[in-house]
């Protein structure tokens, strides 16, 4: 058994200093003491790559240790870890995998890049002896990867569900209290660091998208690529859609939903109409909660801040942590996660779920009898209906809930609705999650 090793101190070269560069530091520093006594030695940042060294920072920061060039830290030989909090997948990819090769272990926030090329990173950190953590990737400060990996280990996980984007949840919570738009509450996560550089990805779902085939990879043992994930964001809810569900006793939130059932696995990302009294109905703001099913525990709930500064850099640096006693034990690069199966995914027809949908149609003899009919026709039951005429008289607005069918049963039925001559528009579809029927 190799032996403890003694360590002066852990040199750390910083990629970014944004939001979550900002709040590594911020923790570093305020926590240094009982970080040091955690792992033996003092931290010290010792170079810090940014694009603009003139930027004003809302932290103090020695500007020697600010530096455009990358080398200055990929290849700087007295760095022993590198802190990616960059984003972004090219450059980003390029340098991690010269750090790697250059012997440096990774701590890193970027879903972007895991989601696409997690495999490969970590086939390069395992080669080189290294660690590459990425606890932040998914759900801020909540340590889901790690309890995934290690607090559920001697589980079966069969399903995880639940909100992984914080900037579209702030922004359906403040739309669903009223008096907020939809683009004020985006610049309002925007403002607040939550939101992506880019904030595209996070109000089409592809942010939740990531994290959902990241969580789905790890907590199945297999390899899910982002292209297996079902997406869709927030972009078309309205304030009117959220009146109605309401009405049904629902609310609306970015649901992921990573389901396992006789060895085939569905993952996707949409809003999702969820009833008022469900645990992750009361999860607000930029608030993350995940259900996490497993054959042995049953159902455990993990709930925390999902985005911002110091929730995000909590994760980091308590990874940070992980790498510096697998240091001092020697054993860094041999806890990587490797999948154990095959990827099967279900089929639609193996997919079954319900549904919430409101249509505008022509308020005439037999008009809903036609919808109905069509229902019927693929053998879906119709549970609520809702009625209502509006201006001009000859339009009349339907809510209808469904009970449980395929998922290739529904899409016949809203092809077959889209041409339907008595039907002006559809104005949304929701899937209905967390009833029992
Ligand atoms: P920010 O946009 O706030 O910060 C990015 C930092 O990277 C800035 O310091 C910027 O420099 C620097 N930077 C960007 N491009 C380059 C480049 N080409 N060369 C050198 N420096 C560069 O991002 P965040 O801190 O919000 O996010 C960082 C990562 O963490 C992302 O992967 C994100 O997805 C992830 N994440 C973010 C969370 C959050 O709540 N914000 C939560 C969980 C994960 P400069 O300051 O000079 O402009
Ligand atoms: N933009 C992301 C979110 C950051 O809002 O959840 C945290 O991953």
Redesign the pocket.
């Known amino acids: 058994m190799k032996g403890v090793l003694i360590l002066d101190c852990i040199s750390v070269g910083l990629l970014?200093?944004?939001?979550?560069?900002t709040g590594v530091i911020r923790i570093i520093e305020n926590h240094q003491e009982q970080l040091s006594h955690q792992i033996g030695c003092p931290i010290i940042v010792k170079k810090v790559?940014?694009?603009?060294v003139h930027?004003e920072r809302a932290i103090k920061i020695d500007p020697s240790v600010l530096t455009?060039d990358p080398n200055d830290i990929i290849n700087n030989p007295e760095i022993d870890v590198v802190i990616e909090?960059?984003?972004g997948v090219e450059p980003t990819k390029e340098w991690l995998i010269q750090a790697l090769r250059n012997k440096k272990h990774i701590v890193t926030?970027?879903?972007?890049l895991l989601a696409l090329h997690g495999p490969e990173l970590l086939k390069i950190a395992k080669a080189n002896g290294c660690d590459l953590f990425y606890e932040?990737?998914v759900a801020?400060g909540i340590p889901l990867l790690r309890t995934l990996a290690e607090g559920l280990a001697s589980d079966r996980i069969t399903r995880m569900m639940g909100i992984v984007n914080?900037t579209t949840n702030y922004i359906l919570t403040k739309m669903s209290k009223g008096g907020t738009s939809y683009e004020v509450a985006l610049q309002e996560a925007q403002a607040k660091?939550?939101a992506?550089?880019d904030p595209t990805a996070d109000v089409e779902g592809l942010d939740a998208a990531r994290k959902m085939a990241i969580l789905a990879g790890l907590g199945f043992s297999t390899q899910i690529e982002l292209a297996d994930v079902k997406v869709k964001g927030i972009t078309s809810v309205t304030e009117s859609d959220i009146e109605y569900a309401k009405q049904f006793g629902y609310t609306i939130k970015l649901i992921g939903i990573a389901d396992r059932k006789n060895e085939k696995i569905e993952v996707s990302v949409e809003p999702v109409l969820l009833p008022l009294s469900h645990p992750l109905s009361s999860v607000n703001d930029e608030y993350n909660a995940v259900f996490v099913y497993g054959e042995a525990v049953g159902k455990t709930m993990f709930f925390g801040p999902g985005?911002?500064s110091l929730p995000?850099a909590t994760s980091v640096v308590s990874d940070l942590v992980a790498v510096m006693k697998n240091m001092r034990l020697g054993v860094n690069g041999t806890h990587l996660f490797s999948p154990q199966y095959e990827k099967c995914l279900k089929r639609d027809e193996e997919i079954i779920l319900r549904y919430f949908i409101r249509l505008l149609i022509k308020d005439e003899v037999g008009s809903f009898a036609q919808i109905a009919t069509e229902f019927a026709n693929h053998g879906i039951s119709l549970k609520r209906i809702l009625q209502h005429p509006i201006h001009p008289r000859e339009t009349a607005e339907i809510v209808v809930t469904t009970h449980r069918s395929s998922l290739a049963n529904f899409e016949k039925v809203f092809h077959r609705l889209e041409s339907l001559g008595t039907i002006q528009t559809i104005k949304s579809i929701y899937r209905i999650e967390g009833e029992d029927e």
């Open positions: 970014g200093l944004g939001t979550v560069g790559l940014v694009q603009n930027k455009t909090v960059i984003g926030a970027n879903k972007d932040a990737s801020g914080g660091g939550f992506e550089a985005a911002g995000t």
